[in-house]
């Protein structure tokens, strides 16, 4: 059925002007573009994100890089868009993320604390309509 999925181009992906290329793919998929913002998030903001991840070793540096610079924030559309997208997307790790994923493509090891992979996508309907509601 119909799902709404909330996509996040993280701070190194404005950075690189690769905005534009990464929205362009998601699009070019079919994926319809539901609303769009650029936004500098803040900590309570990216605590509630992140819920899921406090604790974990890379959970500081985590929200440290995803406050280092503004992320566009957007809502996609589609059939089956939750999973479609994190195809898409590709491995968490860009270093092995598969050559024509956003990831596989775009990113590398950057030798920080936490994995520089440019995009964030929801893992399921729940994670996407929590998120939406905390982004939009
Ligand atoms: P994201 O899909 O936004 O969800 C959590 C983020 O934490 C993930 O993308 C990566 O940016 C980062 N991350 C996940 N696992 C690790 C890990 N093992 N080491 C470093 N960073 C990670």
């Given at each position: ?9 993280k701070?190194?992906?404005v950075?690189?002007n690769?905005?534009g ?9 079919g994926?319809?573009?539901a609303?769009?913002?650029?936004v500098q998030?803040?900590?309570?903001q ?6 899921e ?34 195809s898409?997307?590709?491995a968490t ?6 050559p024509g ?5 775009f990113?590398r090891?950057?030798g920080?604390?936490v ?11 729940e ?10």
């Amino acid at each position: 059925s119909t799902e709404r999925t909330l996509v996040l181009v993280k701070p190194d992906g404005v950075a690189r002007n690769l905005s534009g290329a990464i929205l362009s793919r998601i699009e070019a998929k079919g994926y319809v573009l539901a609303d769009l913002k650029l936004v500098q998030a803040g900590r309570d903001q990216l605590e509630a994100h992140y819920a899921e991840h406090l604790g974990k070793p890379f959970y500081e540096p985590l929200l440290e890089f995803m406050l280092s610079g503004p992320v566009v924030a957007a809502i996609f559309e589609g059939e089956r868009v939750i999973e479609g997208f994190r195809s898409l997307a590709g491995a968490t790790d860009p270093t092995v993320a598969a050559p024509g994923t956003i990831r596989g493509d775009f990113g590398r090891d950057w030798g920080q604390k936490v994995q520089q992979n440019l995009v964030h996508g929801s893992d399921s309907v729940e994670s996407a309509e929590r998120e939406i509601a905390i982004w939009f």
